[in-house]
């Protein structure tokens, strides 16, 4: 099973914070780049947020300011902190984790919405 296991969606209303996480496989040794992306309905995915394993982040304009990827290596996992929620932001949030063992592994989604 090389599939990570996304955590921590649901309901909130404006202005509130939850916090994603994306526990990858424990046949990956070492995880490389590792990203968030969302669905909402009737749109296309989305990229939300990357990080390198050397620490650099990217994140789409419509996050900035508000959300933020990291990552815990030794637990092989990773994080997004999503704070000033908007409604705009429901979705369902997928994570994808880079690793030499299994190459471009997704996650099945974890559906956040946000209440106005």
């Known amino acids: 099973q090389v599939q990570p296991v996304e955590s921590g969606g649901g309901l909130v209303q404006a202005g509130g914070s939850l916090r994603l996480s994306c526990a990858a496989s424990?046949?990956?040794?070492?995880?490389?780049?590792v990203g968030w992306h969302r669905q909402a309905p009737g749109k296309q995915r989305e990229v939300v947020a990357t990080?390198?394993?050397?620490?650099?982040?990217n994140y789409a304009d419509s996050v900035k300011g508000r959300f933020t990827i990291s990552r815990d290596n030794a637990k092989k996992t990773v994080y997004l902190q999503m704070n000033s929620l908007k409604p705009e932001d429901t979705a369902v949030y997928y994570c994808?984790?880079?690793?030499?063992?299994?190459?471009?592994?997704w996650g099945q989604g974890t559906q956040v919405t946000v209440s106005s």
């Open positions: 424990e046949s990956i040794f070492r995880m490389d780049v």
């Open positions: 994808d984790v880079i690793s030499v063992e299994a190459g471009d592994a």
């Open positions: 990080l390198t394993s050397a620490g650099n982040t």
